[in-house]
């Protein structure tokens, strides 16, 4: 488990707090989302105005249902609760970082 690996009541205080949130929806056995994972982290260290965390979808399954997440790697943007973005598949960086180009 890496530094951006969030639980439910982790995810809840980030989603609360006053930075936008990168979510990343992976899980261990999806090959795109490995291909993803040093992309997501390099984001994070890279943007330090964004919260960026990476949710299990085998370990938090119902989180995965809340928001919807039928393909992974999911990535979703949060800004005070609500979903702003979505990303479905594995991505270029560059494209990563469009989707909150705008905040």
Not at 33 to 50: G, L, S, T, W
Not at 74 to 101: N, P, Y
């Amino acid at each position: 488990m890496d530094g951006l690996s969030v639980n439910r009541a982790k995810f809840e205080e980030l989603i609360a707090g006053d930075k936008p949130l990168l979510v990343d929806f992976w899980a261990s056995w999806c090959g795109p989302c490995r291909m993803m994972a040093p992309i997501v982290e390099e984001v994070a260290k890279e943007h330090p105005e964004i919260a960026v965390a990476k949710i299990n979808v085998d370990d938090e399954p119902e989180l995965a249902q809340k928001y919807k997440v039928m393909n992974i790697p999911t990535l979703l943007l949060f800004r005070g609760g609500d979903i702003i973005k979505r990303q479905i598949g594995a991505v270029s960086k560059s494209r990563l970082e469009e989707m909150f180009k705008d905040l």
